[in-house]
């Protein structure tokens, strides 16, 4: 069983940066899909991005797509997201995931059922 734990939310004004750390222990996550995802409010968890076992493919949600970039370390068995122009709406809890590659058909990975793995969360506050 992998543990994922994630750090680097905090308070930051419109137009600024964050850069999310999700470290695992336990075992390696080299050979997982990685995902970020998010839950605002009152709102429904929501896919931001994923990472397939070799980096070799992502995918982003459209709100996030040019503003975030999601990258991993297997020698650090760490998962990242740079998170630049941050607008109020990206407001949320940002949970790291991971999923066995054999998980999904096809290079789509935002389907949050099929990750076996969460971290705890970490909250990003972006101010107007």
């Known amino acids: 069983q992998v543990r994922l734990v994630e750090s680097g939310g905090g308070l930051v004004q419109a137009g600024g940066s964050l850069r999310l750390s999700c470290a695992a222990s336990g075992r390696t996550i080299s050979s997982d899909v990685m995902g970020w995802f998010r839950q605002a409010p009152g709102k429904e968890r929501e896919f931001v991005a994923a990472?397939?076992?070799?980096?070799?493919?992502?995918n982003y949600a459209d709100s996030v797509k040019g503003r975030f970039t999601i990258s991993r370390d297997n020698a650090r068995n760490t998962v990242n997201l740079q998170m630049n122009s941050l607008k109020p709406e990206d407001t949320a809890v940002y949970y790291c995931?991971?999923?066995?590659?054999?998980?999904?058909?096809?290079?789509?990975?935002?389907?949050?059922?099929?990750?076996?793995?969460w971290g705890q969360g970490t909250q990003v506050t972006v101010s107007s």
């Open positions: 990472l397939s076992w070799s980096g070799g493919r992502t």
């Open positions: 995931a991971a999923a066995s590659r054999g998980s999904f058909v096809g290079n789509w990975y935002g389907s949050a059922g099929l990750y076996h793995s």
